[in-house]
């Protein structure tokens, strides 16, 4: 069995700016506001994902919260962290390193966007292409107020937990692509275990609460079951 408290450690010194020289690049995309409701679960959910302690656990809704709120904050967290972990990688993925968004031969994903003119249609693009439009597409969504409205005391839309699925299914494939096709490089730069870390914490979380279908999982069925055995 391995000491918690170890675990914690290694996962905040994993975390620690020293260790991730990419972390500099980076800017969290979207903050609440300081002394608000959505602020105070926000840090929860951020204390959740440091834990590093049984975090099967700690990824349920906590006792008395909002399943929406959960769900928006802990989305924005996780949205930041995928950032950080192609951040480490973005100077490999390129438009001929990565012609096409896969992971591996087997799984190929194409660009759609109802709201685009461009993206109608499902459409082949590079993997640097699918991340930047995925990133903005993300973005645009946490800053929508009908969306994801920033005061508590507007309703979340009514399809709010299928923005959020399409947010984790779009999410996963961030993971599912680097760790096929730059996982050598994370490794070359000591950042797998970080990557490994984030990935864990991302699956418990979508499995919990159901955002990503079975089928979905299946590039990384193996990484799932060897890194989140019990
Ligand atoms: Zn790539």
Known sequence: MVNPILLAHVYLSLCNTVHLPWLADFSAKKNFKEGSLRHELHKKAVATLNSGIDLRQAVKLPEGEDMNEWLAVSAVEFFNRVNLVYGAVCDFCT???????????????????????EYKRPTYVSAPKYISLLMDWIEQIISDESKFPSNPEVPFPKDFQKIIQQMFR??????AHVYYEHFNQLSEIGAEAHINTCYKHFYYFATEFNLIPTKELEPLKDLSAALCKK
């Open 95 to 117: 438009e001929e390193s990565c012609p096409m968004m896969r992971a591996g031969p087997a799984y190929e994903y194409q660009w759609k966007d109802d709201t685009s003119a």
């Open 170 to 175: 779009r999410l996963f494939r961030v993971f």
